[in-house]
């Protein structure tokens, strides 16, 4: 790797970074780079991606070559995938595998059949008119309860029914229902699609935009299984039909109340015909990747093509491994951690960690916003923090999972069932604080605001975010802001209203939440104004994006502390022509490179909580005074932003 950790072959020298500090460290790669047919975007985390794809294929198919001659959950491993690649018998099925379900729909004779029904798909991983899911209760975060919320749509949002700038979505929406209708044989197809994106529109018009639903205070809703039936008369029927118990739900959390009164409205108003439509409707979408070709290139043409820009489907191959992922992966995580992730690794992230947790210990006690009162309730979180690194110390067992070479949508089937039933055994029991939320081959990080955690999953543990050898700008200018990042989500404008023990509650005195609300303003109003070079009529809403900005802002902030720390007081080298300083930054713009679809770009700005790289980069990098000190940035150049207008959380 270069001396500096920079890859000098990426710099625009022709763009200052005074001026554009993404354009400068990632000029020359985004000009050269052309992105892949089968991806709506090309970059840092899409090359991770790539690798950790190519690392877990060849685990896959060592699986899959040794056939019947497998063991365990090799052969589930391996005959799963084989059940996808078998192309020629899944083409001679064409819609076989659906057509007694899609029967079954059609037989309903009513519309709360229809809704019950959807009960029993969910366990075949059809989605219905609402989402469900364990997780710790907000308020009582030592217990797991059933969290329900909206549902019932295919388009990405609700904001794509009600918005005129996306008609043209809608109206190709409503031809790909059609196609699909056409395709199953289910008669007057594109009269049954109008009604079906009809009805659709009807149940957007009760949800809460995303905006809304960021907001935990709101979607708090602890409900008794008396107080569900009330909002949702449905609901005993729907949990009977998918065989949940009933002492599973005597407490439930109901996410968007009203979106369950609007559509027990419409279960009542609209015509039996139209909802068996709308749930023909959710089996195709679901069964359409494991059909013949006809099916997997009409859903490919819409949600990929249309709603993505991307022109072409994935190899099989690569659509193959997704599904073994998602329905065994931390079988195969196990394999890969073993083969990729060196001891050493976590030992350095865990010094990391340690260093931004103290960073940011520093930097709070320091901060002239907050009350004395606040800050301890703050540092009291701070302590509380649990990271993981690299791969949980308990994996996922999967001996209820059974797998049959020869039945591909029913692999994928009762995989999803398995899932279903290991995470109803979590609601009661004590939280399993060793469970993860990401296979150790996943290229992100997260953080859980009600178990306080911060996750690091082992692919995204390599360069250009985490380079062992590498000179620690650079490391911390990477994977330290990213760690950074994580722990500021537990302060962002979400994960402040959560204390050290993952509660739902107000540790805040009402003059520091104010201030903090008001700092908060001031990043939503800069992002506001900004739209991306991909989608310049599209502008980012900056509501949407605040906690991932507020992120971003306090783990570069906190990451460049971590780094002076590191730095007991030392010089860094000046490493080819390059300061610490000016590296760390530019470390951080690199691992934001990236370009994008017009098309992509646009469906990020309307659903995608995170800013466009370039302003997770420019827009970020601006606010700090250390960044305008490393590359001597002055009033006019294109990074410069006045010292009365930068942010500083925390």
Same mark, same amino acid.
């Given at each position: 790797m270069p001396q500096s950790g920079i890859t000098l072959s990426n710099i625009d020298e022709s763009v200052r970074p005074q001026d554009d500090l993404y354009q400068h460290v990632n000029g020359a790669w985004l000009k050269s780079t052309v992105i892949p047919d089968d991806r709506p975007l090309e970059g840092t985390f899409t090359a991770l991606r790539d690798g950790a794809e190519l690392a877990v294929k060849a685990i896959i198919e060592e699986a899959a070559a040794k056939g019947e001659d497998a063991s365990g959950i090799e052969r589930k491993v391996g005959g799963l995938y084989n059940s996808f690649m078998d192309e020629e018998a899944t083409e001679a099925k064409g819609m076989e595998p659906i057509r007694a379900r899609l029967a079954e729909v059609f037989a309903t004779a009513s519309p709360a059949e229809v809704v019950a029904l959807t009960g029993r798909l969910f366990r075949?991983?059809?989605?219905?008119?609402?989402?469900?899911?364990?997780?710790?209760?907000?308020?009582n975060p030592d217990r797991?309860?059933?969290?329900?919320?909206?549902?019932?749509?295919?388009?990405?949002?609700?904001?794509?029914?009600?918005?005129?700038?996306?008609?043209?979505?809608?109206?190709?929406?409503?031809?790909?229902?059609?196609?699909?209708?056409?395709?199953?044989?289910?008669?007057?197809?594109?009269?049954?699609?109008?009604?079906?994106?009809?009805?659709?529109?009807?149940?957007?018009?009760?949800?809460?935009?995303?905006?809304?639903?960021?907001?935990?205070?709101?979607?708090?809703?602890?409900?008794t299984a008396e107080e569900g039936r009330e909002l949702f008369p449905h609901l005993d029927a729907w949990f009977d039909s998918a065989r949940i118990e009933?002492?599973?739900?005597?407490?439930?959390?109901?996410?968007?109340?009203?979106? %369950?009164?609007?559509?027990?409205?419409?279960?009542?108003?609209?015509?039996?015909?139209? *909802?068996?439509?709308?749930?023909?409707?959710?089996?195709?979408?679901?069964?359409?990747?494991?059909?013949?070709?006809?099916?997997?290139?009409?859903?490919?043409?819409?949600?990929?093509?249309?709603?993505?820009?991307?022109?072409?489907?994935?190899?099989?191959?690569?659509?193959?491994? +997704?599904?073994?992922?998602?329905?065994?992966?931390?079988a195969v995580g196990q394999i890969y951690v073993e083969r990729h992730f060196p001891e050493g690794y976590k030992a350095r992230m865990q010094t990391l960690v340690a260093k931004l947790i103290e960073a940011y210990r520093e930097s709070i006690t320091a901060l002239d916003w907050m009350g004395e009162d606040t800050k301890a309730e703050a540092l009291k979180k701070l302590e509380a923090f649990r990271p993981k690194i690299g791969f949980?110390?308990? *994996?996922?067992?999967?001996? +209820?999972?059974?797998?049959?070479?020869?039945?591909?949508?029913?692999?994928?089937?009762?995989?999803?069932?398995?899932?279903?039933?290991?995470?109803?055994?979590?609601?009661?029991?004590?939280?399993?604080?060793?469970?993860?939320?990401?296979?150790?081959?996943?290229?992100?990080?997260?953080?859980?605001?009600?178990?306080?955690?911060?996750?690091?999953?082992?692919?995204?543990?390599?360069?250009?975010? %985490?380079?062992?050898?590498?000179?620690?700008?650079?490391?911390?200018?990477?994977?330290?802001?990213?760690?950074?990042?994580?722990?500021?989500?537990?302060?962002?404008?979400?994960?402040?209203?959560?204390?050290?023990?993952?509660?739902?509650?107000?540790?805040?005195?009402?003059?520091d939440r104010k201030a903090f609300e008001g700092l908060a303003a001031k990043l939503v109003a800069q992002f506001d104004a900004l739209?991306?070079?991909?989608?310049?009529?599209?502008?980012?809403?900056?509501?949407?994006?605040?906690?991932?900005?507020?992120?971003?802002?306090?783990?570069?902030?906190?990451?460049?502390?971590?780094?002076?720390?590191?730095?007991?007081?030392?010089?860094?080298?000046?490493?080819?022509?390059?300061?610490?300083?000016?590296?760390?930054?530019?470390s951080w713009a690199a691992g934001w490179r990236q370009v994008i679809r017009p098309e992509e770009a646009i469906r990020r700005v309307a659903t995608d909580p995170h800013s466009p790289?370039? %302003?997770?980069?420019?827009?970020?990098?601006?606010?700090?005074?250390?960044?305008?000190?490393?590359f001597a940035v002055e009033a006019g150049d294109g990074m410069w932003l006045s010292p009365e207008d930068r942010v500083s959380i925390w």
């Open positions: 075949s991983d059809v989605s219905g008119l609402f989402s469900i899911y364990p997780a710790p209760d907000a308020g797991i309860l059933l969290y329900i919320g909206q549902g019932g749509l295919g388009l990405p949002d609700e904001s794509y029914y009600r918005d005129e700038k996306f008609e043209g979505i809608v109206s190709a929406y409503a031809k790909y229902v059609a196609k699909l209708f056409g395709l199953a044989g289910i008669p007057d197809a594109d009269t049954a699609a109008a009604r079906v994106v009809a009805l659709e529109k009807a149940l957007a018009s009760h949800h809460w935009d995303n905006v809304t639903l960021r907001d935990p205070q709101k979607t708090y809703n602890l409900k009933a002492d599973k739900y005597t407490e439930l959390v109901v996410s968007t109340p009203d979106f %369950f009164t609007g559509a027990s409205a419409l279960v009542e108003s609209e015509s039996l015909a139209t *909802w068996q439509e709308w749930l023909a409707l959710r089996v195709l979408n679901a069964a359409a990747p494991y059909l013949s070709s006809a099916f997997v290139d009409a859903n490919f043409d819409f949600y990929g093509t249309t709603l993505s820009g991307t022109p072409q489907n994935k190899d099989r191959w690569k659509r193959g491994v +997704a599904v073994v992922e998602a329905a065994l992966g931390e949980p110390d308990k *994996w996922i067992d999967y001996s +209820a999972v059974e797998i049959d070479p020869s039945d591909l949508l029913g692999n994928v089937e009762r995989a999803h069932n398995a899932d279903v039933d290991r995470h109803l055994d979590e609601v009661g029991k004590p939280i399993d604080l060793d469970k993860w939320l990401m296979t150790p081959q996943t290229v992100n990080a997260y953080y859980h605001p009600m178990l306080n955690e911060i996750v690091f999953p082992a692919a995204i543990l390599q360069p250009p975010f %985490f380079t062992a050898e590498a000179d620690d700008a650079v490391n911390y200018g990477g994977i330290g802001a990213i760690i950074g990042h994580e722990i500021g989500h537990g302060f962002d404008d979400q994960g402040s209203q959560f204390d050290g023990s993952g509660a739902l509650r107000n540790w805040w005195s009402e003059e739209a991306p070079y991909a989608a310049p009529e599209h502008k980012v809403n900056g509501k949407l994006t605040l906690g991932e900005n507020i992120g971003d802002l306090g783990g570069l902030t906190i990451a460049y502390k971590a780094y002076l720390l590191s730095l007991d007081g030392a010089e860094p080298p000046v490493l080819e022509g390059l300061t610490g300083q000016q590296r760390f930054f530019m790289n370039e %302003f997770r980069t420019n827009a970020i990098a601006k606010n700090l005074d250390s960044f305008h000190e490393a």
